[in-house]
């Protein structure tokens, strides 16, 4: 029986980012390529060869990652020491190395699989990890100008222009609801 009402439409489903509908296709690509070159490297030598290369690649991206962290570890160890006797540390040179980079190029080693591998030795080079700092701030930037107000990304702009000092300022909010009588004077508040 009907009743003449009509039927609700279906709410519209929200747009899905480009990124949320290419990523898991991407990874999927990328673990059968890499389970393919490790057959074909079986195949072409023995799977004794591929064994000591992934192990090798493990070993490699241990060390790396172990020398970035050091490396990290010693810059802030050596910033504290400043700030701690007053001096104001250096600022950072513009296009100095990270070690961000050289972590995530021996976490890459460290993957069993030679497409990785690849990648993570070229992370590792010098030139390619500026041209990929440079193109991630320049990406970072853009995006940060493209965003809403009142995004995520509006709120890091706005912590961008604003920097906040620390101060705080004290106060109280006080709603007047319509039909409330009007009350006295509240006092003044203290530290």
Sequence with gaps: MTTGAQTPATPAWPRRSRLRTFLPLGLAAWL??????????????????????????????????????????????????????????????????????????????????????????LLLLPPVQKAVSRTAERTFERKLREADPGSLGGAFQQARMHRPDGKVVQGEVIRDERGDAPREPRPPLTH
Excluded: C, H, Y
């Design 32 to 121: 059968v390529l890499e389970i393919w070159l490790l057959m074909v490297v079986a195949g072409a030598s023995s799977g004794l060869v591929v064994f000591l290369v992934l192990v090798a690649g493990f070993v490699l991206g241990s060390v790396v990652i172990k020398r970035a962290g050091r490396r990290a570890f010693r810059k802030l160890s050596e910033t504290l020491q400043q700030q701690q006797s007053g001096v104001m540390p250096a600022a950072a040179r513009p296009n100095s190395e990270g070690n961000g980079l050289m972590m995530l190029g021996g976490l890459l080693l460290m993957i069993p699989g030679l497409v990785s591998d690849a990648v993570g030795l």
